[in-house]
Structures are given as C-alpha cells and as structure tokens.
C-alpha cells in the first residue's frame, strides 16, 4: 500500500500523530484509538501493520511487547510527490504576489479622488449625511405604525 493511502484513514493518521510524540507500545496506542474510533483490537492490529508496510512506522520487539514509532526517515514517496507540484505553485505563487503588488500600486493611484478612498460611503449624499428617507433617518418618514398616543 502507498503512503498517502494509508494516510488517507483518519485512524491510521490519529496513530501517526500519537507515535509522533515518540515510541509506544500497540496496547497504548490501541487503547486510545479504540476509544476516540470505536474500533476492535484486531482492527488496531491492521491499521498497525498497514502503517508498518507502508515504511510510516517501524516496530520492535521488546520482551513480549511490540514498540511503534514514526519512521525517521520519511519514505521517497513522501518527498517526491509534493515537489512536483512545488515548482508549479512556486511559479503561481510569485506570479499571484507580484500582481498583488501591481494591483495594490494601481489601485492608490487609480482611486485618488474616489469616495471610498476617502473614507466616504458613495451611495451617501455629498454632505456625509445619508438620505432623509434612508434606514438610519431619525424623522418620521410616515412608515411609523405608531401614533402620537403611543409616545
């Protein structure tokens, strides 16, 4: 099995995280996945030995213990695939910052003499008041339900 598919199972990725912290027996990290999954013993033991054929962990024997830990060195797969697309995004991404860049120069010399660059909403009137009959009007536009008796 590839890496990425053993690390495409939420089980089997919480047991990568949980051996990141260093080497623990298949009882410790079992008992943990069991109670966050609900998952058999058994069901441990093969996401374990998923984990171990894939080259993301190794184990050892210790007396009658089995000890896990995360592979220290990360298998070829894991640093090949991303440089693929490294380069791409790399290219993207410097294009993207620099017509950011562009953009943001444009747009202050563009904007001299809009409103909004201003600090004054367009759809207001040139006072900086908005309209008499707009939703922040104090008067009464005659869309009040109440009369004069109730005030």
Known sequence: MQVFEALADPVRRRMVELLAGGEQGAGAVGEIVRAE???SRPAVSRHL?????SGLVTV???DARRL?????IPPREVDIWPDRFRRF?????DALGTEL????REHQDRGRGRDWDRGRD???????TPPADGPLSTGNSGNSTR???DT
Do not use: C, H, K, Q
């Open 37 to 39: 999954f609900g998952i």
């Open 49 to 53: 030995r998923v984990l171990r054929d």
């Open 60 to 62: 050892r024997a210790d």
């Open 68 to 72: 896990y830990a995360v592979e220290p």
């Open 89 to 93: 995004w790399s290219r993207r991404l």
């Open 101 to 104: 860049a562009r953009g943001g």
């Open 122 to 128: 367009p759809r207001e009137n040139t006072t900086g």
């Open 147 to 149: 009369n004069e008796e």
